[in-house]
């Protein structure tokens, strides 16, 4: 879809949405769908089956929870729409989205299903028969096969993020849950990339589905330097902070998805001394035009602005365009940074990418046809070294262009009056002035380690049998020989699964983040061996999560995990890895309540 087409995008309220939906969407501050929202609702309302393309970060979740939510039969009682979701974390995001668009429909009630969650609580859940129902596969299978959770009145199901689903091993069980509906359903599937098995899926179970690809071709300036901070344990605000304090700009414009996302992001950082406004649709014609006149002026440096409301901007001092939520797709990035780097002139772009917005990134990267490079955070260090040189050069402008008369009589009186050192004098007055921007450093909240060794696997492609491909793939020999390094913050455990139970990572990782709850983001190294795994996981694994992981089955095995103690690294050789001494059957010693990422853990076994 080209830019001119995302101009011509109808309005939501023009789409045919149950007005119930409408109130809400309105009320969430969206203005126009995205391109994958305008292509896929108008068939999911009219029953349609849907093969829908697009990246992650697209709108995707919007694009059938607002149809398929509008065809809702409130006179029905049972579950009407399935959503199946590759992760814990995906499924509870979808759950979080649907409850807000179906706030204004009346007695609705949907269910988050996912391993690692008390069976208890979802039996008595099911009990209620929501009418909608989002979960990962193996734990929906489960409840079917317990006869739990009946499909009978199903309506409509979605597969969101098919071939993620298919990286982690879940793709069978999809197709079991799939022959288990009524032949009536409607279904949409969704995913990134469409490898052969998700395609042959696609045509065994979706009848003349409509096909909705979102595709790209766009390129940008090489006047405009672009790079990206991968959002982590900091929040987004102070690390817009951080780069606001140590970017040389003169006019900024931040872009967010809805229109109530720039009122309270201006007000945050206004109340932080920023010279900044919103720029959204609600906003009539002559106010928006003095806000843009402000900004030419310098009267303001900062504009927080949707895609809709920046459409045509041009000012001349715009250095800085920063995507502090991901664009749709890379046409609307594309249209964002084109307000920097106009006439040749020098500008920066910033994109803020979650680690489920990896693959939107590298789709920006083809797209665009350039590297965007991976930015550091300013240190506390490095901010206060920039605003002592910023005091330093106020104080010498002061002395400068303003006349200090006054000034130097009051401190002489003060001086004489308390027999006090012209040095401390200054010095007092600086501390005054320097309350709400410290000069010496300030310990910021630590940010959680990167990642490594597993990245770049994680996010490789899958070809056309799913799996996925290493260029630099080593013999397993080769690969055996390598040590087992913990990651800081981790802990090493082993799994009595290798080669000879056809283990692969994504089984690991599968098992893991929907059995204990642990997002695939906290999981570390994974080394893989002929009859075992050394896999590291974040510390303070609460007991009960440690023991239900120890019953769960992987590859038709049980997993019999344990955790490996006192080992700053573990030699990755089977006879070496054989002779470390475990504690079989126990939960973790070290609980410290200190750990940011252990804290994530806990919440999200709860």
């Known amino acids: 879809m080209s830019t001119e087409q995302l101009d011509q995008l109808p309005s939501f309220s023009e789409s045919g949405l149950a007005p119930a939906i409408l109130r809400a969407v309105s009320e969430a501050g969206y203005e126009t769908p995205s391109p994958i929202q305008a292509q896929s609702i108008p ?26 939510l509008s065809r809702l039969d409130g006179r029905k009682s049972g579950t009407q729409l399935l959503v199946l979701a590759p992760t814990r974390e995906l499924a509870i995001q979808v759950s979080e989205a649907m409850q807000t668009y179906a706030r204004h429909l009346k007695d609705f009630h949907i269910l988050p299903i996912y391993g690692g969650q008390s069976m208890s609580i979802q039996l008595r859940a099911l009990k209620r028969q929501p009418q909608v129902v989002v979960g990962t596969p193996g734990r929906i299978l489960d409840h079917i096969r317990r006869g739990t959770l009946k499909l009978d009145q199903l309506s409509a199901l979605v597969l969101d993020e098919a071939d993620e689903m298919l990286r982690m091993g879940f793709i069978d069980d999809v197709e079991t849950i799939l022959q288990e509906t009524p032949e009536t359903r409607q279904v949409a599937l969704f995913s990134a990339t469409m490898p052969g098995p998700i395609h042959r899926v696609a045509q065994r179970y979706l009848k003349d589905p409509v096909d909705v690809r979102i595709k790209s071709k766009t390129s940008t300036v090489d006047t405009i330097n672009q790079r990206y901070w991968q959002v982590t344990g900091l929040h987004k605000l102070d690390a817009l902070t951080r780069i606001l304090e140590i970017e040389d700009f003169d006019g900024m414009i931040i872009f967010v998805r809805t229109k109530n996302a720039t009122v309270e992001l201006a007000e945050k950082l206004e109340a932080r001394g920023y010279a900044s406004s919103a720029l959204n649709g609600d906003m009539n014609q002559a106010l928006r035009e003095k806000t843009i006149e402000r900004m030419k002026k310098g009267q303001i440096d900062i504009l927080i602005a949707t895609d809709v409301a920046a459409r045509g901007l041009d000012i001349e001092r715009m250095s800085h365009v920063v ?14 940074i084109g307000r920097t780097g106009r006439a040749g002139r020098k500008g920066e772009a910033i994109l803020f990418v979650s680690p489920r917005e990896k693959r939107m990134l590298m789709a920006i990267e083809k797209a665009t046809r350039q590297t965007i490079s991976k930015m550091q955070l300013p240190s506390s260090e490095e901010i206060a070294d920039r605003r002592v040189m910023q005091f330093k050069e106020q104080l010498s402008e002061t002395i400068e262009s303003q006349d200090l008369s006054f000034f130097e009589t009051l401190i002489t009186q003060y001086q004489q009056e308390h027999n006090a050192d012209p040095l401390e004098v200054a010095a007092a007055i600086a501390f005054l002035l320097q309350k709400s921007r410290p000069l010496l450093p300030v310990k910021h909240v630590r940010e959680r380690p990167e990642r490594t060794g597993r990245d770049n696997d994680k996010h490789s492609a899958p070809d056309s049998r799913g799996k996925k491909l290493r260029e630099t793939r080593e013999p397993r020999q080769a690969r055996a020989a390598r040590p087992h390094i913990t990651e800081a913050g981790m802990q090493t455990y082993r799994v009595e699964l290798g080669h000879e139970q056809q ?41 009960d999560v ?3 992981l120890r019953k769960t089955w992987v590859n038709n095995h049980q997993m019999n995990i344990s955790l490996i103690e006192d080992l700053e690294s573990v030699v990755s050789t089977d006879d070496s890895a054989r002779s470390f001494k475990r504690k079989s059957g126990s939960g973790p010693k070290r609980f410290d309540k200190s750990k940011s990422h252990k804290k994530s853990v806990q919440d999200r076994s709860k």
């Open 323 to 336: 995507n502090y939520d991901i664009p749709y797709d890379t046409e609307s990035y594309v249209h964002r």
């Open 43 to 68: 068939p999911l309302l009219e029953g349609r089956d849907l093969l829908g393309q697009a990246q992650t970060g697209t709108g995707k979740t919007a694009a059938f929870s607002l149809p398929l």
């Open 503 to 543: 283990i692969e990572p994504k089984h690991l990782v599968g098992a893991i983040a929907n059995e204990a709850g642990i997002d695939s983001q906290f999981i570390g190294r994974i080394t893989i061996h002929e009859d075992h795994s050394l896999i590291d996981l974040p510390e303070g694994m609460p007991r």
């Open 546 to 548: 440690f023991q239900h």
